[in-house]
């Protein structure tokens, strides 16, 4: 019932049985309609959740609009990670875009883990260094690539976002309007008949 939580943890590190069970007992479930928020600004991010079904977004909203920062599916970790370890007050959202059903690691938790082995301690070590990169890689890109490149690369590396989100919030994502999404979809549709 849990594989893709046992396949997600075991990715990172090669915990025992043993330790994969304390892991699970610690992880509380939470089921989330969609469009329901899991954090909203001003809350802080006490839980680091993973999804074992469904979609979750990460967005800011501001005189622009809604900014996307990022997406998880099933088997994936999210949480405003600046909140959660300074215990404050976030800026962001993390919303439902499907009925989801996730599981809660606490703060408290988490520390309780790291005592117990040196493999929980990797594997917090290993999920902050991931957050970072993939913030590091996204600022990067937003200011490095085309929009059109940042597209094929998104095409290229994460398809499942196709499949599963509407345009105007991979359009977000990629930090442009839905229609530019389409005008470079158009044309590179146009290139390849």
Same mark, same amino acid.
């Given at each position: 019932?849990?594989? +893709?939580?046992?396949?997600?943890?075991?990715?990172?590190?090669?915990?025992?049985?043993?330790?994969?069970?304390?892991?699970?007992?610690?992880?509380?479930?939470?089921?989330?309609?969609?469009?329901?928020?899991?954090?909203?600004?001003?809350? +802080?991010?006490?839980?680091? +959740?993973? +999804?074992?079904?469904?979609?979750?977004?990460?967005?800011?909203?501001?005189?622009?609009?809604?900014?996307?920062?990022?997406?998880?599916? =099933?088997?994936?970790?999210?949480?405003?990670?600046?909140?959660?370890?300074?215990?404050?007050?976030?800026?962001?959202?993390?919303?439902?875009?499907?009925?989801?059903?996730?599981?809660?690691?606490?703060?408290?938790?988490?520390? =309780?883990?790291?005592?117990?082995?040196?493999?929980? =301690?990797?594997?917090?070590?290993?999920?902050? =260094?991931?957050?970072?990169?993939?913030?590091?890689?996204?600022?990067?890109?937003?200011?490095?690539?085309?929009?059109?490149?940042?597209?094929?690369?998104?095409?290229?590396?994460?398809?499942?976002?196709?499949?599963?989100?509407?345009?105007?919030?991979?359009?977000?994502?990629?930090?442009?309007?839905?229609?530019?999404?389409?005008?470079?979809?158009?044309?590179?549709?146009?290139?390849?008949?």
């Amino acid at each position: 019932m849990y594989e +893709v939580i046992t396949h997600s943890l075991r990715s990172l590190v090669n915990f025992t049985d043993d330790e994969l069970f304390s892991f699970m007992q610690k992880l509380k479930p939470m089921r989330l309609k969609k469009y329901t928020c899991y954090l909203k600004p001003g809350q +802080v991010c006490h839980s680091m +959740v993973i +999804v074992h079904q469904g979609a979750l977004r990460y967005f800011v909203r501001n005189d622009k609009g809604d900014q996307t920062l990022g997406f998880a599916f =099933e088997g994936e970790w999210l949480g405003d990670y600046e909140s959660f370890l300074l215990k404050t007050p976030t800026h962001c959202y993390i919303e439902a875009l499907e009925d989801t059903e996730l599981f809660m690691l606490s703060y408290a938790d988490m520390q =309780e883990l790291y005592n117990k082995s040196q493999r929980f =301690e990797r594997f917090g070590r290993l999920i902050a =260094e991931r957050l970072f990169i993939e913030t590091a890689k996204s600022k990067s890109k937003l200011l490095t690539q085309t929009a059109e490149d940042r597209y094929l690369e998104l095409l290229t590396n994460q398809p499942r976002i196709f499949e599963r989100l509407p345009l105007a919030l991979i359009a977000s994502y990629l930090g442009i309007q839905p229609q530019s999404l389409s005008r470079i979809r158009a044309r590179l549709l146009s290139v390849k008949n």
